[in-house]
């Protein structure tokens, strides 16, 4: 669920117009469903709904509305059960159009998962494009989003996750020697355009995140995946290890650098930031170094300053 | 406003009110008529609010519905058009509404589930969300849901909302664009046409207004607000940019390809292989931009050598110099 930001009138507003035609669809709904749905808390629901009562059509000649040209909720449903029901309304029973924006963050998302193999097929994104088109109230500004290219890696994972069958592989992390996994596949992360799969480790006994261009003889098997159930943590563990680094970088720098100071402490001053983390070991941030080339100075440890010179020293050895 | 002044009504309640009453004309409101009948304005009319205040306010609430999607017609004087002091307003539902011949299916519907969850906090997964929760008003069943998937679109670039008004409203953009070696940023004035995600970044596709031509920028490499100038340009021209922009893309990839040498078994090769293609020694691998590519191939060390083009390995030579001088014994 999205982070609930303070909404302006505007965006009220807005709700409000959706709300109707949730309501009428719904025929009765938990205070509790309904501010999720909404992405509001129940108390701002049950303000909306309150609120919704005193809508209704213009007034004649400068009498108050009659009743039954307002909208109405049944206001002992609400009161004892928490539940919503609306009995009268005055009009807004359709939900309104797509705002260009809307249909414009649908069709963009529909981009990325025509990507993943085996959901949906050509007919049904060609013809949900066509609809989302013709239901925006104005032409939605183009954003595309490019497909990267599907191996085979991908068809047989998104195989296994249908087929409720663990895979085995090749795994070869960065500076580690491979290992050999049998893995039961509970979800496939995309993100930044890198496939990443979470299972069950059968080696480690554990849930385990493997990113997928580092996977090599992927290969199905028939054992049926048991633990489909288990929990899953956070997809990512970045930055765990006994090692404390503190590397300093201009701070413009900063998000070129994105994830390693995602659970990193900052301090900048005139311009410059150190950064202190946990990473896994000496090795962890020569890559950094490399590809931020002249940024990022590694202060410490002296063994990972260290690394990151020898690494590019020995890059640098290829031209000699 | 204080929470205890019950003599004026929330705007968003004055909003609805005036959206319920265009709606349920035919011929249409006049602005007196919504000022002195509409609740919201009404009561303001009857405490003896200035009209100018009421008229201005109007104005306001016209706008902020029109942003939010809502087609407000105005009908104007027969004879003399420009003349709005009779003009009425309404809202025609045929408009206003999902048109009624839309329909999706609960497949569908699981795919929409799955395609608006893919924005991580930004803008656009509000819109998505609100999108989404127009087209489940309409009471669609659903199938079960897409699981064993979750894709992610990470939307960092703090340009992007502007960009994306501009597009929508077909108005020039200008903005400060820093080219990697170079010592300050220019302005750059452009007809944005569309937004493009290529390799896990943004870019803006559009024809630079001073350039005369096609032009795709980086959204990382706009170092400063994005502003949207009152300088309109034809709609037509957006038409179609997005396979335009991709295809230019793609176009660039091909042209510049590089030639690699890399260690099997390595970070490097595993990571490249996916975009490669075999060479008579080493692999094809073809990019977009050479300053982002060098990054990467530097932060692989020894595991690759460049071979071609001799700028890529230049590039590459930089960075791994820089980063052994800068780690280096300390003097």
């Known amino acids: ?320 | 406003m204080p929470a205890n002044a019950p003599a004026k009504n929330p705007p968003e309640e004055r909003l609805v009110n005036l959206v319920v009453a265009l709606m349920a004309t035919d011929q249409g409101l006049t602005k007196d008529t919504i000022l002195t009948s509409v609740a919201g304005y009404r009561e303001q009319s009857e405490a003896g609010a200035s009209k100018d205040a009421l008229e201005k306010m109007f104005e306001r609430d016209k706008e902020s519905l029109r942003g939010l999607g809502i087609p407000i017609e105005t009908i104007g004087d027969w004879a003399d058009p420009d003349d709005l002091r009779e003009a009425r307003y309404r809202v025609p539902s045929a408009e206003y509404e999902l048109p009624e011949d839309i329909e999706f299916t609960p497949a569908e519907l699981a795919l929409l589930n799955l395609a608006g969850g893919v924005w991580s906090e930004s803008s656009m997964s509000d819109d998505a969300r609100s999108g989404l929760r127009k087209i489940r008003a309409l009471g669609i069943p659903v199938d079960e849901p897409i699981i064993g998937f979750s894709p992610r679109i990470s939307l960092r670039d703090p340009s992007f909302p502007a960009l994306q008004q501009a597009i929508e409203q077909s108005r020039i953009v200008s903005f400060p664009y820093l080219k990697p070696g170079e010592e300050s940023p220019r302005t750059r004035r452009v007809q944005p046409l569309a937004l493009v995600e290529y390799e896990a970044r943004w870019h803006v596709f559009g024809i630079d207004v001073e350039a005369g031509g096609d032009r795709t920028f980086l959204l990382a490499r706009i170092v400063g607000p994005v502003v949207v100038t009152r300088e309109a340009f034809d709609p037509v021209l957006r038409e179609g940019a997005g396979d335009r922009a991709l295809r230019g893309l793609d176009e660039v990839a091909e042209r510049s390809t590089s030639l690699l040498e890399v260690n099997p078994g390595t970070e490097a090769a595993l990571r490249l292989a996916r975009r490669a293609s075999a060479a008579e020694q080493g692999i094809r691998v073809p990019y977009v931009d050479i300053h982002i590519f060098a990054d990467e191939l530097a932060s692989y060390g020894p595991e690759v050598r460049v071979v071609e083009p001799a700028e890529l390995r230049d590039q590459v030579i930089a960075r791994l110099t820089a980063a052994r001088d800068l780690n280096g014994a300390r003097s």
């Open chain 1, 1 to 320: 669920m999205s982070a609930r930001r303070p909404l302006v009138a505007t965006d009220r507003a807005a709700l409000m117009l959706q709300l109707v035609p949730y309501l009428i669809g719904k025929g009765e709904v938990s205070i509790a469903e309904a501010a999720d749905e909404f992405d509001v808390t129940p108390d701002q629901m049950r303000a909306m709904v309150e609120k919704l009562t005193v809508i209704g059509l213009p007034g004649d000649g400068g009498y108050w509305q009659m009743s039954n040209d307002l909208f109405d909720i049944d206001w002992d449903l609400l009161d004892q059960q928490e539940l919503i029901v609306i009995t009268n309304t005055v009009g807004l029973e359709r939900s309104p159009r797509l705002t260009a924006r809307e249909a414009a963050a649908l069709l963009a998302g529909l981009q990325l998962a025509r990507t993943i193999p085996g959901v949906g097929d050509t007919d049904l994104f060609t013809g949900l494009l066509a609809k989302l088109a013709r239901g925006a109230s104005s032409t939605p500004a183009e954003v595309i989003v490019a497909p990267g290219p599907v191996d085979t890696v991908r068809d047989t994972v998104a195989a296994a996750l249908r087929r409720g069958v663990a895979v085995s592989f090749t795994y070869k992390a960065p500076d580690a020697p491979p290992t050999t996994r049998t893995v039961d596949p509970i979800k496939v992360h995309i993100a930044d355009g890198q496939w990443y799969l979470q299972g069950w480790c059968h080696l480690r006994e554990a849930m385990r995140t493997f990113h997928l261009d580092r996977v090599s003889r992927l290969e199905l098997t028939d054992i049926a995946i048991t633990h489909g159930g288990e929990p899953a943590p956070g997809w990512f563990e970045p930055g765990e290890g006994d090692v404390v680094a503190r590397i300093r970088f201009p701070a413009t720098v900063a998000p070129l650098i994105g994830d390693y100071l995602d659970r990193a402490t900052l301090e900048t001053s005139d311009g410059i930031t150190v950064a202190a983390m946990h990473v896994a070991d000496e090795f962890s941030l020569r890559r950094l170094a490399a590809r931020r080339g002249g940024d990022v100075e590694i202060l410490e440890p002296s063994a990972s300053r260290r690394a990151a010179a020898e690494w590019a020293d020995a890059g640098l050895d290829q031209y000699r």
